[in-house]
């Protein structure tokens, strides 16, 4: 079986970031800002099944800012015909069909500039199968990868983007 989720491609936009980062913040590394509607539904959804993972894309813009890259996660299209697991998620060749008709669709000015999956009860962490989506799926260097443990009383949320030497680094999600 053969997936790929690659992104639907455009140039990054030249423009002002679409809030404030902290001014530790390392600028070599993608800033990640997040709509806080998108992020309501998103933890709607992660909490929807709290005994299988559950998975899909992120959607939104790359940009460039005076001194950084960052990406702006605007939405989400969930893998539902994609399968889930206990302690996994699989984005099967119809899932990948199924997200980019929607991305075509709906959201036809974004980009695919990430994915998310939960980890319901097991903590937030890129696990060997993750690191293998990332490495061969996800691997531009504006792609994310984000991790929700909707069993938390407060949702334990990850956001992991690559460091100068293609490595996963964990940072913080950005609101604007």
Same mark, same amino acid.
């Given at each position: 079986m053969e997936i790929r989720i690659k992104p639907i491609l455009k140039k990054t936009e030249k423009s002002r970031l679409p809030g404030k980062v902290n001014r530790r913040y390392p600028s070599k590394l993608l800033a990640v800002f997040m709509d806080s509607s998108a992020m309501k539904e998103l933890l709607q959804f992660a909490s929807s099944d709290l005994h299988y993972e559950l998975g899909g894309v992120l959607v939104g813009r790359v940009g460039r800012g005076t001194r950084r890259n960052f990406v702006e996660i605007k939405n989400f299209v969930p893998a539902?015909?994609?399968?889930?697991?206990?302690?996994?998620?699989?984005?099967?060749?119809?899932?990948?069909?199924?997200?980019?008709?929607?991305?075509?669709?709906?959201?036809?000015?974004?980009?695919?500039?990430?994915?998310?999956?939960?980890?319901?009860?097991?903590?937030?962490?890129?696990?060997?199968?993750?690191? *293998?989506?990332?490495?061969?799926?996800?691997?531009?260097? *504006?792609?994310?990868?984000?991790?929700?443990?909707?069993t938390k009383q407060d949702v334990d949320l990850g956001v992991f983007v690559w460091d100068a030497d293609h490595a996963r680094v964990r940072v913080p999600l950005f609101t604007p």
């Open positions: 539902t015909k994609g399968i889930s697991r206990r302690a996994s998620f699989e984005f099967t060749n119809e899932a990948q069909q199924e997200i980019h008709q929607v991305v075509q669709e709906r959201f036809r000015d974004l980009r695919i500039v990430g994915w998310f999956h939960t980890h319901p009860g097991y903590g937030v962490f890129l696990s060997s199968a993750d690191q *293998f989506i990332d490495q061969n799926y996800f691997n531009d260097p *504006f792609h994310i990868a984000m991790v929700i443990d909707p």
